[in-house]
């Protein structure tokens, strides 16, 4: 089974749950007084999508880095105006060709919502981005974020394996530019 190492990169205002979703991703837990992040951390999880398996390789940030820091990304915002700015220095700074997804995290606070579902899809589809409302606290929604993510990469069957070492992926001329790695 190949082996498909998947880098991704959490951006995102300080406090909007980064660290949450990828603890709940990797570790399946969630810690409600967990400590900022300072600089970044790294943490990796492999799971088997179709016929091969995913390494994802997770960098959280600690929400004030600029995008240059880290290529290519993985957008998760709270704040809807900022997730724009962020969006838009991506697309300024990274390569042209990678999976952006945004999770609309902390749906479980519906009593707080400042953006309504209808509106962050509507901008994700006019970004051609996943949209996934989540949960970090109560597991709603992770594992499919990261699904969502397996599921835009390019099968590797239009993509040779380079020196063993994982795929290399190139944009095909007929497909949009979308992929990661």
């Known amino acids: 089974m190949a082996l498909r190492e998947l880098k991704v990169c959490l951006l995102g205002d300080t406090g909007v749950g980064k660290s949450s979703i990828v603890w709940r991703f990797v570790e399946d837990s969630f810690d ?18 179709q016929n091969e398996l995913h390494k994802f390789l997770i960098w959280d940030t600690a929400g004030q880095e600029r995008i240059s820091s880290c290529s290519p ?7 809807f105006s900022t997730l724009k700015n962020w969006v838009k220095e991506l697309r ?13 995290n902390k749906c479980d606070l519906i009593d707080v919502r400042e953006v309504m579902e209808r509106d962050a899809k509507d901008y994700a589809d006019s970004i051609h981005a996943i949209f996934v409302e989540t949960s970090a606290k109560n597991a709603i929604n992770i594992n499919e974020l990261f699904i969502e993510i397996s599921r835009r990469i390019p099968s590797t069957d239009a993509n040779p394996p380079s020196g063993g070492k994982g795929f290399k992926l190139r944009r095909q001329p007929s ?7």
């Open 32 to 49: 409600p007084n967990i400590n900022p992040t300072i600089g970044a951390s790294f943490m990796t999880k492999t799971v088997q999508y």
């Open 73 to 79: 990304f993985f957008v998760l915002q709270e704040t």
């Open 92 to 104: 300024q700074h990274g390569p042209p060709n990678i999976v952006v997804a945004i999770a609309g």
């Open 175 to 181: 497909e949009p530019k979308r992929s990661c790695c």
